[in-house]
């Protein structure tokens, strides 16, 4: 693992990079409200999909200033204009070496969601995992990436907003809900956690595997 700084805008954005020899692609992290690039949940899964050949971003997605602001107001982990702009530029960063794919939780899914939809040309595949893509408002419907959308089975105020967003996206490209049965929100139960990076290994794998299409 190797720390990074990546420029985004006038701000250092602070970062932990793993790239495997002969990487599959580079998944890039977009964290939750309230959390950051040490989320545990987020690096177990990221070190399930470096052992399936993956290399992973994990960053911060506010400054150190701007997340002692956020624990006092809440107000910047809910702005996912900003919070998606700022991920589009890292993906452009990570973007030389390869097919790139986003992994988001909570508010982080609709700022990947928002990304993707801006940089179809760069993102190939989307995981949210308990996300709320229904921020995501009308950019729900230009996601070109193929997404999967990863809810536990007892999150079901997640889980509804989940279903309508699906509703608002492009069917034909292949977008998907999948349940993990017994889960709640933050996917604590035996199991479930690892259930997630199984179905994001395989999601990426299918989808970053003939990215970009000829």
Known sequence: MTGV?????DVLLEGDLVEPS????MIVFA???????????????????????????LFD??????????????????DVPLLAGRLGEVVAWVRAEGPVGLFGASTGAAAALVAAAASAES?????SRGGRPDLAARALEEVRAPTLLIVGGRDLEVLSLNERA?????????HRLTVVPGAGHLFEEPGALEEVARLSA?????????????
């Open 202 to 214: 395989e999601w990426f794998s299918a989808n970053l595997r003939e990215w970009p299409a000829p």
């Open 31 to 57: 964290h939750g409200s309230g959390s950051g690039r040490h989320s545990p949940r987020n690096r177990q899964v990221a070190i399930a999909l470096n052992a399936e050949g993956f290399g992973t971003l």
């Open 5 to 9: 700084q990546v420029p985004v805008g």
């Open 22 to 25: 002969g990487s599959r692609g």
């Open 61 to 78: 997605l506010l400054t150190v200033d701007e997340e002692t602001e956020d624990r006092r107001t809440a107000r910047l982990r809910f």
């Open 166 to 174: 699906l509703e608002g996206m492009d069917q034909s490209v292949g």
């Open 123 to 127: 993102v190939g595949a989307v995981v």
